[in-house]
């Protein structure tokens, strides 16, 4: 088992190098497999930061490797909710000055910044359009299946006290080290998520197979763990989410997605009771989530009285491991559990105004995202995967955790705000070429047109995408589709574009097509975005490269 964990973080990193779309599946699996490699081999546990190490390095030079593409990592990171999310970080790095804990708090915030250039810096960068990510998705499923299922027969995974876990022995020592169970849960969680709400493009058997196996493993993890908290944020999560992620066009529609909601909710209260019933149920009893909760509302009502009664601190708060000094203890970090309560507590009014902001503006983007492909059945389902893993993420830090630690959920809502940016900007540039041309008289039909969408072709109403019928890149679309192309991205439509105008011997018409327009020239027209995109702007219908003669000559008469 040892070697094939091995080979798999190897190949994980290679992958990741190569295509980096898949290092954002290895950030996604990095906890939980770093337990397992500790959990079989000793010198993963002599050495914790080798994993660490592998991963961000891999993270990194997929970075690197992005940025000699036309896909460059950077384009759309500066956006409204990155500056929001490096403000309120540095407010919070502010708070070291003036902490009544300095000791406890600068030891943990300087022990965690690699997990702040991993998680804030790198994460973001690993993906700059939908597409890629839905990419990743089908595999996640399978790598992350595959470490749920060899957590739970593990033979170093003991149950105690209703939860699993995986021990890790101490190299020249009988000590045995319990790994976080959060982290497993969390994949869990995430497994369910995704095999929920993704509508894959093809209704291959075998996907269908893939998702559902992903969704029992991922339910079987976070209940045998104990993930309480993971479990009721996935069922939340699923339940808001997936009536955006299935269209909705008529009372028909209306009563098959409410229908799936319920079938897929009691599907997942079945499996959480077959699992509930194997050993886990006492985490579940009354008196252990009694014992939770008084805890939480213990630590919640110190750090917020304390607060209250400083002035002073309503502005700027008590400062970072401000739970320690309330606490009186020093020495690993206290916090909490509840993300309102640390931010309000630590940081003040002008902390809990920034985290507010980077929360609303996540909001925004994932609707824009949704608006963008709301026509387009699988890129709405892919965008609301992602706006489900930062849903979930955020519902988690209200019990959980802290971001001096793992920065949740900022590095998802960062991810869904770069791609919103950037989604936004493409279906602008597409709107804007697609203004320059003159619709012809007819429309020009595919002959490759496929029956599962035979609207478009097979590749869905999309506001990125032009369909085989209406646009002025229709050509493009079918030329790059018989290089082997079935779903080019708008660039890649207009390379194609230039290809054939230049082998019709059109480059003098292709020029108006092969660079964007100036932004400042004024237009005669404004893209108008609704749920059809701009695709389906009046002005978009042309399928011609260039504009027909409005004076065609007379044809010449017959011959005998």
Request: include cysteine.
């Amino acid at each position: 088992m040892t070697a094939a964990l091995v080979a798999l973080l190897a190949l994980l990193c290679v992958t990741a190098v190569m295509l980096p779309r898949y290092a954002l599946l290895l950030v996604l699996v990095f906890f939980p497999l770093e337990q397992l490699l500790q959990a079989y081999s000793p010198f993963f546990v002599a050495r914790a930061s080798f994993v660490n190490l592998a991963v961000g390095i891999s993270a990194l030079l997929a970075v690197l490797r992005s940025m000699s593409t036309r896909d460059s990592p950077l384009v759309g990171s500066i956006n409204p909710l990155m500056l929001a999310t490096v403000a309120f970080y540095m407010f919070v790095f502010l708070g070291l000055v003036y902490t009544p804990s300095p000791a406890s708090a600068n030891r943990f915030v300087r022990g965690n910044y690699p997990y702040y250039g991993l998680m804030l810096v790198l994460f973001p960068l690993l993906a700059t359009r939908l597409d890629q990510v839905r990419a990743m998705l089908v595999p996640f499923l399978v790598v992350g299946s595959m470490v749920a299922t060899a957590i739970i027969v593990s033979p170093s995974a003991k149950v105690e006290g209703g939860r699993l876990f995986v021990e890790i022995s101490t190299p020249g020592s009988s000590e045995r080290i319990k790994a976080n169970p959060l982290e497993t849960a969390t994949l869990g969680a995430l497994l369910t998520i995704t095999g929920i709400l993704f509508n894959p493009r093809t209704k291959n058997p075998l996907i269908l197979i893939i998702r559902v196996g992903a969704t029992v493993a991922g339910l079987g993890i976070a209940v045998l763990a104990g993930g309480r908290g993971q479990l009721i944020a996935a069922f939340v999560t699923v339940l808001a989410l997936f009536p955006f992620a299935r269209q909705v066009r008529n009372i028909g529609q209306f009563v098959l997605v409410a229908g799936g909601a319920v079938v897929v909710l009691g599907f997942m209260g079945l499996i959480v009771g077959l699992f509930l019933n194997s050993g886990s149920g006492s985490r579940w009893g009354a008196d252990s989530v009694n014992d939770a909760l008084t805890d939480r509302f213990s630590r919640i009502t110190q750090l917020l009285t304390a607060w209250s009664n400083d002035p002073v601190a309503w502005f700027i708060g008590l400062g970072p491991a401000a739970m320690n000094h309330v606490l009186g203890t020093e020495g690993d970090l206290q916090y909490p559990h509840n993300i309102l309560a640390e931010v309000l507590g630590s940081h003040g009014l002008i902390g809990f105004g920034l985290f507010t902001l980077v929360c609303v503006l996540a909001g925004l983007a994932a609707r824009k995202l949704w608006e963008l492909y709301a026509d387009d059945p699988i890129g709405r389902s892919a965008a609301m995967v992602l706006a489900g893993w930062a849903l979930f993420s955020l519902l988690i830090a209200l019990k959980q955790g802290s971001y001096l630690a793992i920065p949740a959920p900022f590095y998802f809502f960062l991810l869904l705000a770069k791609l919103a940016s950037t989604e936004s900007a493409m279906a602008w540039r597409y709107s804007q070429h697609a203004l320059d041309a003159e619709p012809p008289d007819a429309p020009v039909p595919d002959p490759d047109t496929d029956q599962d969408h035979p609207d478009d072709g097979g590749l869905g109403a999309h506001p990125l995408r032009p369909t085989p019928h209406d646009g002025p890149l229709a050509p493009a679309l079918r030329f790059s589709r018989l290089l082997g192309d079935p779903d080019p991205t708008p660039v890649a439509l207009l390379a194609s574009t230039d290809r054939l105008a230049a082998l019709a011997g059109l480059n003098g018409g292709a020029h108006a097509h092969s660079s964007p327009p100036d932004p400042a020239e004024p237009r005669s027209a404004t893209p108008v975005y609704g749920h059809g995109g701009p695709g389906h702007h009046a002005g978009l219908n042309g399928s011609a490269l260039t504009p027909p003669d409005p004076h065609p000559p007379a044809p010449a008469p017959l011959k005998d």
